[in-house]
């Protein structure tokens, strides 16, 4: 058995797990590991809504006390705890992975309503995660769950990464620590996967109060202490917040330095401008030397049906979850939240099927708006959109929030690299 500190991702691991997030670095970000890791914990406490689930945030108040809740009622079975479905998961389920670590997150979190499922049949159970490429194994006990409220569970958990030479060593130690009548199921797992299940493990047991006393079932000098709670798909509000570490785009640190072509972009010096060059140029000649309409965008005003449909959309980037964030009917009459703050970002233009030809339908990556540009508001920019969407099948372009419902948009520079969205 070897020290856990040896099973951290690594730097690479961490981009491509945030990638499998929906947080997207720029390619050849220069971000340190250490950034990299405190960005990962703010994800995967995202990702199982800490912030909703402790509205006293635990780190302020020395941690979470497990003393102060009580065990688990069993109302609902911890299987369907566990299954948290967000529409930022549909999202996902939509993705294509160039990298088989991006599927550590997406994995973990089919994982642990399956580990749910187990738990609901056992009291206390193991499960066992083998990667047979490398014979490794983590292995996890459970014991308590306690209610923090009545929707949400959390496991006090003990586990222990094993490694062997062969099959049959790593047999032998996973028999070693699990007695064969607690054996829960055992999963295949690759290594990333397993130190992203160790990661959120030991991030978990920080949030804990040194306070709460560790039942001595629990302590076992083989093993370290962590919990699980349900977990899901980060929400699009949490994956724009998470995708931006820092000023300067490609390190994250502070900036000095303003890209003299389009004043926009900032860097902390001129290396990373220079490296950042690639990312950059495409929106630095759309910025510099394109035509820019002003546009005013407005909610789809002709149909409840598609009344309906903006409202739909524009839940996805709440919790479905937090019924009382859910907008109602007096959405359309708000302007959507700016979550893109001062940048420029790619939008996608369609004229939607069925409809007059009188209006382009406008949307981001996420869809945090879903707008319509329409020829009686926007004359001039509206002909320049037709004209650009009969020649393009896809058609993005570069925007800029100006005001509530009013945009700054660009359409004879197309970007270099099209997204895939
Ligand atoms: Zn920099
Ligand atoms: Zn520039």
Same mark, same amino acid.
């Given at each position: 058995?070897?020290?856990?500190?040896?099973?951290?991702?690594?730097? $690479?691991?961490?981009?491509?797990?945030?990638?499998?997030?929906?947080?997207?670095?720029?390619?050849?970000?220069?971000?340190?590991?250490?950034?990299?890791?405190?960005?990962?914990?703010?994800?995967?406490?995202?990702?199982?809504?800490?912030? =909703?689930?402790?509205?006293?945030?635990?780190?302020?108040?020395?941690? /979470?006390?497990?003393?102060?809740?009580?065990?688990?009622?069993?109302?609902?079975?911890?299987?369907? %705890?566990?299954?948290?479905?967000?529409?930022?998961?549909? !999202?996902?389920?939509?993705?294509?992975?160039?990298?088989?670590?991006?599927?550590?997150?997406?994995?973990?979190?089919?994982?642990?309503?399956?580990?749910? +499922?187990?738990?609901?049949?056992?009291?206390?159970?193991?499960?066992?995660?083998?990667? &047979?490429?490398?014979?490794?194994?983590?292995?996890?006990?459970? !014991?308590?769950?306690?209610?923090?409220?009545?929707?949400?569970?959390?496991?006090?958990?003990?586990?222990?990464?094993?490694?062997?030479?062969?099959?049959?060593?790593?047999?032998?130690?996973?028999? $070693?620590?699990?007695?064969?009548?607690?054996?829960? @199921?055992?999963?295949?797992?690759? *290594?990333?996967?397993?130190?992203?299940?160790?990661?959120?493990?030991?991030?978990?047991? +920080?949030?804990?109060?040194?306070?709460? @006393?560790?039942?001595?079932?629990?302590? *076992?000098?083989?093993?370290?202490?962590?919990?699980?709670?349900?977990?899901?798909?980060?929400? &699009?509000?949490?994956?724009?917040?998470?995708? +931006?570490?820092?000023?300067?785009?490609?390190?994250?640190?502070?900036?000095?330095?303003?890209?003299? %072509?389009?004043?926009?972009? @900032?860097?902390?010096?001129?290396?990373?401008?220079?490296?950042?060059?690639?990312?950059?140029?495409?929106?630095?000649? =759309?910025?510099?030397?394109?035509?820019?309409?002003?546009?005013?965008?407005?909610?789809?005003?002709?149909?409840?049906?598609?009344?309906?449909?903006?409202?739909?959309? /524009?839940?996805?980037?709440?919790?479905?979850?937090?019924?009382?964030?859910?907008?109602?009917?007096?959405?359309?009459? #708000?302007?959507?939240?700016?979550?893109?703050?001062? %940048?420029?970002?790619?939008? +996608?233009?369609?004229?939607?099927?069925?409809? $007059?030809?009188?209006?382009?339908?406008?949307?981001?990556? !996420?869809?945090?708006? #879903?707008?319509?540009?329409?020829?009686?508001?926007?004359?001039?920019?509206?002909?320049?959109?037709?004209?650009?969407?009969?020649?393009?099948?896809?058609?993005?372009?570069?925007?800029?929030?100006?005001?509530?419902?009013?945009?700054?948009?660009?359409?004879?520079?197309?970007?270099?690299?099209?997204?895939?969205?």
């Amino acid at each position: 058995m070897s020290s856990l500190e040896q099973h951290n991702l690594s730097r $690479d691991d961490i981009i491509h797990v945030l990638k499998g997030m929906n947080i997207d670095l720029v390619p050849n970000t220069k971000v340190n590991a250490a950034r990299l890791k405190t960005r990962l914990g703010e994800a995967l406490d995202a990702a199982q809504r800490f912030s =909703t689930t402790f509205p006293d945030d635990p780190d302020a108040v020395g941690g /979470i006390n497990l003393s102060n809740y009580p065990l688990w009622k069993k109302r609902t079975p911890v299987v369907d %705890a566990f299954t948290r479905r967000t529409w930022a998961a549909i !999202f996902q389920d939509n993705r294509e992975y160039e990298d088989q670590r991006q599927l550590a997150f997406p994995r973990l979190i089919q994982l642990i309503p399956d580990i749910g +499922k187990d738990m609901d049949q056992k009291r206390i159970g193991y499960v066992v995660l083998k990667d &047979m490429t490398v014979f490794r194994a983590l292995i996890i006990r459970f !014991f308590s769950t306690f209610e923090i409220d009545e929707k949400t569970p959390l496991v006090l958990c003990n586990y222990a990464v094993v490694e062997e030479e062969d099959e049959e060593t790593l047999e032998d130690s996973i028999a $070693d620590l699990t007695p064969e009548d607690q054996r829960g @199921r055992a999963y295949p797992m690759t *290594d990333v996967e397993q130190n992203l299940f160790v990661t959120l493990l030991s991030l978990n047991r +920080k949030h804990l109060s040194p306070r709460f @006393r560790l039942p001595a079932v629990v302590r *076992d000098d083989r093993c370290d202490v962590g919990f699980i709670l349900p977990i899901g798909s980060l929400n &699009m509000k949490d994956v724009i917040r998470l995708s +931006k570490i820092g000023d300067c785009p490609l390190c994250g640190e502070e900036t000095h330095h303003t890209c003299k %072509a389009c004043l926009s972009a @900032r860097y902390c010096g001129r290396d990373c401008q220079r490296e950042d060059w690639r990312n950059h140029r495409s929106l630095c000649r =759309t910025i510099s030397t394109g035509k820019w309409y002003n546009i005013t965008l407005e909610p789809n005003p002709f149909s409840a049906l598609m009344s309906r449909m903006y409202k739909t959309s /524009i839940t996805r980037y709440y919790d479905d979850s937090d019924e009382n964030q859910s907008p109602g009917a007096e959405v359309l009459d #708000e302007a959507p939240p700016n979550y893109h703050g001062d %940048a420029y970002y790619l939008v +996608k233009l369609q004229v939607p099927l069925g409809a $007059d030809a009188n209006q382009v339908l406008v949307y981001d990556q !996420f869809k945090t708006f #879903e707008l319509h540009l329409s020829e009686a508001k926007n004359p001039e920019a509206f002909i320049a959109a037709l004209f650009a969407v009969a020649r393009e099948q896809k058609m993005y372009r570069w925007v800029h929030r100006e005001g509530e419902w009013e945009w700054k948009i660009c359409f004879d520079r197309i970007p270099e690299r099209l997204p895939t969205w």
